[in-house]
């Protein structure tokens, strides 16, 4: 069965450098998501990607995030300059329409 | 935007015993999904049910629309079943709104 898959699992970044996550979605799938999860706490909206650009963006998604769908399979986020607030597991997701949303396995970024 | 109220917060449960949790949500949806996360972090769908019944094993939901809750029943539940239960909604655009979460725990 097709999935989403992540890369890396973890990362562990210092304050103020730059990350990029990434997410390969279902190969027929159009519409393509970034969450995320604050420890013990519940899954936030991030972005939504759909015809190569931003069709939706939550508050937490500011200035420092970046999402590029570089080539026809990989769909990246990138955090300019972290903070330790940006410690979290990052989740991809994907979907055909806007219907039943795929979740990746998630990578967990730890800003120290 | 659209509050999504999970109820109970916790479950412990002795291994067999079955359960339902519960997804409030404040206003009309057109996607509802439920989520289990395993202890490693996973997010494994369970469930796309923006009305209407379905059943996976032994699992089932529930979505009365008109109302605005969602059921999910756990049947004879096993260790394997422990983890956090997340209910979410889209009622505009394309982005899931998560529950708090239901945390299960299963005895043998």
């Known amino acids: 069965e097709p999935e989403v898959t992540q890369t890396p699992s973890h990362q562990v970044t210092q304050m103020g450098q730059e990350v990029i996550l990434r997410c390969v979605p279902i190969?027929?799938?159009?519409?393509f998501y970034w969450y995320r999860q604050i420890l013990g706490q519940k899954v936030e909206f991030l972005v939504s990607?759909?015809?190569?650009?931003?069709?939706?963006k939550s508050e937490i998604f500011d200035d420092q995030f970046s999402v590029e769908r570089p080539d026809g399979s990989n769909f990246t986020l990138k955090i300019r300059s972290t903070k330790l607030e940006d410690s979290a597991m990052y989740f991809c997701?994907?979907?055909?329409?806007?219907?039943?949303?795929?979740f990746g396995p998630g990578t967990r970024l730890t800003v120290l | 935007g659209i509050q999504v109220e999970q109820s109970p917060p916790d479950l412990i449960l002795q291994e067999g015993a079955n359960s339902t949790l519960r997804c409030n949500f404040s206003?009309?949806?057109?996607?509802l999904q439920w989520f289990h996360q395993n202890p490693w972090g996973q997010l494994i769908n369970l469930f796309y049910?923006?009305?209407g019944t379905k059943q996976n094993g032994r699992l089932s939901a529930t979505t009365v629309a008109t109302e605005r809750y969602s059921l999910l029943y756990i049947s004879s539940s096993q260790t394997t079943d422990s983890g956090v239960y997340f209910c979410?909604?889209?009622?505009?655009?394309?982005?899931?709104?998560f529950g708090g979460g239901t945390r299960l725990m299963v005895k043998p």
């Open positions: 049910i923006p009305s």
């Open positions: 979410a909604v889209m009622n505009a655009g394309n982005m899931l709104t």
């Open positions: 990607f759909y015809n190569n650009e931003i069709s939706e």
């Open positions: 206003d009309s949806v057109n996607n």
């Open positions: 997701a994907s979907s055909v329409t806007k219907d039943t949303q795929y």
């Open positions: 190969s027929n799938h159009l519409y």
